[in-house]
C-alpha cells in the first residue's frame, strides 16, 4: 500500500489541533461551571465510552507489552498535563494560555533528536525559535494588562503543563508506531479516567443535567482530536509535526472572543502572524525516512 505523503499527515494534525482547541473552548466554559476535575474526570469518561465503540467491536487482542507501558506512562503524563492546563486555562485568557504552551514543540523538537534519534532539521529550529519570537511578543503585550495574582498562578501551572505536553508528543510518536489510531484513542481514554478516578471518593461531583451536553460534545473532540493526530503522528516524524502545534494559538485567539469575550491586543495579532509564518517554514521541512524509526519502536 502507498504510505500518504507527509504534507498529508501535516495537514490532518493541524485539523487535529484545530478540533482540540474547540475542546479547550468547552472545557474552560466547563471548569468554570463544575470545576476543572470535575469536567475532566467526566470528559474522560465519556470519551472512553466513545473510543470503546470504534475499538472493542472488532475485537481487539490484549496490546502488546510495549504499547500497554506507553499507553500507561502516556496517561499519566496527560492526567497531569490536564489538570494542570485546564485549572490555569480557567483563570487565564485562551490566547494568553495557548502562548504559553508554545515552548512545547519547541522542546520536543529536541527531545525527538535525544529520545528518538530523529534528525533535527534547520528548518525546524529556525521556524521553531521565530514562533517562540511571535510568543514572547504576546507577552509582552499582555503584561501590560493586571490580571491578578490568580491568572500569574494559572499561567505558572500551564508553563508546567507545557513541559509535561513536550514530552507527551514524543510518547505520541512511539506510541503511534506500535498502537493504531483507535487503540490509542481508547486506551488514552481509559487510563486518564483511571488515574482521574482515584481521587473520586474525594473530589466527584455528578454534573446537573444541563451540563452533560457540553461534556459529550468535549468528549467528542477530545476523541476526534486524538484519532487525528495518532493517525498523524504515525506517518511523519515529531520534529516535522512539532511546528503545527503553533495553529492552536489561531484558534484560542478566534475562540476566546467569540466565547469568553476576550479582546486580542495589536502584538498579539503580530506575534500570530510570526506564528503562522514559522510554521509554513519549518512545514517545508524533507521529513526523516520512516523505516529506521519504524525498526527501532
Same mark, same amino acid.
Given at each position: 500500500?502507498?504510505?500518504?505523503?507527509?504534507?498529508?499527515?501535516?495537514?490532518?494534525?493541524?485539523?487535529?489541533?484545530?478540533?482540540?482547541?474547540?475542546?479547550?473552548?468547552?472545557?474552560?466554559?466547563?471548569?468554570?461551571?463544575?470545576?476543572?476535575?470535575?469536567?475532566?474526570?467526566?470528559?474522560?469518561?465519556?470519551?472512553?465510552?466513545?473510543?470503546?465503540?470504534?475499538?472493542?467491536?472488532?475485537?481487539?487482542?490484549?496490546?502488546?507489552? +510495549? &504499547?500497554?507501558? !506507553?499507553? %500507561?506512562?502516556?496517561? @499519566?503524563?496527560?492526567?497531569? *498535563?490536564? #489538570? =494542570?492546563?485546564?485549572?490555569?486555562?480557567?483563570?487565564?485568557?485562551?490566547?494568553?494560555?495557548?502562548?504559553?504552551?508554545?515552548?512545547?514543540?519547541?522542546?520536543?523538537?529536541?527531545?525527538?533528536?535525544?529520545?528518538?534519534?530523529?534528525?533535527?532539521?534547520?528548518?525546524?529550529?529556525?521556524?521553531?525559535?521565530?514562533?517562540?519570537?511571535?510568543?514572547?511578543?504576546?507577552?509582552?503585550?499582555?503584561?501590560?494588562?493586571?490580571?491578578?495574582?490568580?491568572?500569574?498562578?494559572?499561567?505558572?501551572?500551564?508553563?508546567?503543563?507545557?513541559?509535561?505536553?513536550?514530552?507527551?508528543?514524543?510518547?505520541?510518536?512511539?506510541?503511534?508506531?506500535?498502537?493504531?489510531?483507535?487503540?490509542?484513542?481508547?486506551?488514552?481514554?481509559?487510563?486518564?479516567?483511571?488515574?482521574?478516578?482515584? +481521587? &473520586?471518593?474525594? !473530589?466527584? %461531583?455528578?454534573?446537573? @443535567?444541563?451540563?452533560?451536553? *457540553?461534556? #459529550? =460534545?468535549?468528549?467528542?473532540?477530545?476523541?476526534?482530536?486524538?484519532?487525528?493526530?495518532?493517525?498523524?503522528?504515525?506517518?511523519?516524524?515529531?520534529?516535522?509535526?512539532?511546528?503545527?502545534?503553533?495553529?492552536?494559538?489561531?484558534?484560542?485567539?478566534?475562540?476566546?472572543?467569540?466565547?469568553?469575550?476576550?479582546?486580542?491586543?495589536?502584538?498579539?495579532?503580530?506575534?500570530?502572524?510570526?506564528?503562522?509564518?514559522?510554521?509554513?517554514?519549518?512545514?517545508?521541512?524533507?521529513?526523516?525516512?520512516?523505516?529506521?524509526?519504524?525498526?527501532?519502536?
Amino acid at each position: 500500500m502507498t504510505r500518504p505523503r507527509p504534507a498529508m499527515a501535516f495537514a490532518v494534525a493541524t485539523a487535529g489541533i484545530a478540533v482540540f482547541s474547540c475542546m479547550d473552548a468547552v472545557m474552560k466554559g466547563l471548569s468554570l461551571e463544575i470545576g476543572t476535575y470535575n469536567a475532566l474526570l467526566w470528559r474522560s469518561l465519556a470519551g472512553t465510552l466513545m473510543a470503546g465503540l470504534l475499538y472493542l467491536p472488532r475485537g481487539p487482542a490484549r496490546p502488546s507489552r +510495549a &504499547a500497554l507501558r !506507553l499507553h %500507561v506512562t502516556r496517561g @499519566a503524563v496527560m492526567a497531569v *498535563m490536564a #489538570v =494542570l492546563f485546564f485549572w490555569g486555562l480557567a483563570r487565564v485568557p485562551m490566547a494568553q494560555a495557548v502562548a504559553l504552551t508554545f515552548i512545547a514543540p519547541l522542546i520536543a523538537i529536541f527531545f525527538a533528536g535525544v529520545l528518538l534519534g530523529e534528525p533535527v532539521h534547520r528548518r525546524a529550529v529556525i521556524g521553531s525559535l521565530v514562533a517562540s519570537a511571535g510568543v514572547l511578543l504576546i507577552l509582552f503585550g499582555q503584561t501590560r494588562a493586571d490580571l491578578g495574582r490568580q491568572a500569574l498562578l494559572g499561567s505558572a501551572a500551564i508553563v508546567v503543563s507545557a513541559i509535561c505536553y513536550a514530552y507527551n508528543i514524543i510518547l505520541m510518536r512511539r506510541q503511534s508506531l506500535v498502537a493504531d489510531a483507535r487503540e490509542v484513542a481508547f486506551w488514552q481514554s481509559l487510563i486518564i479516567a483511571g488515574f482521574l478516578a482515584l +481521587a &473520586a471518593p474525594f !473530589l466527584a %461531583v455528578l454534573p446537573a @443535567a444541563r451540563h452533560v451536553p *457540553m461534556l #459529550v =460534545l468535549a468528549a467528542l473532540l477530545a476523541t476526534t482530536s486524538l484519532l487525528a493526530l495518532s493517525w498523524a503522528y504515525r506517518r511523519a516524524a515529531a520534529s516535522y509535526l512539532a511546528p503545527v502545534e503553533y495553529t492552536a494559538f489561531l484558534w484560542a485567539s478566534i475562540l476566546g472572543y467569540l466565547v469568553f469575550a476576550e479582546k486580542v491586543a495589536p502584538l498579539t495579532v503580530a506575534g500570530a502572524a510570526l506564528i503562522g509564518a514559522a510554521c509554513l517554514y519549518a512545514a517545508r521541512v524533507r521529513p526523516v525516512a520512516m523505516g529506521n524509526l519504524e525498526a527501532a519502536a
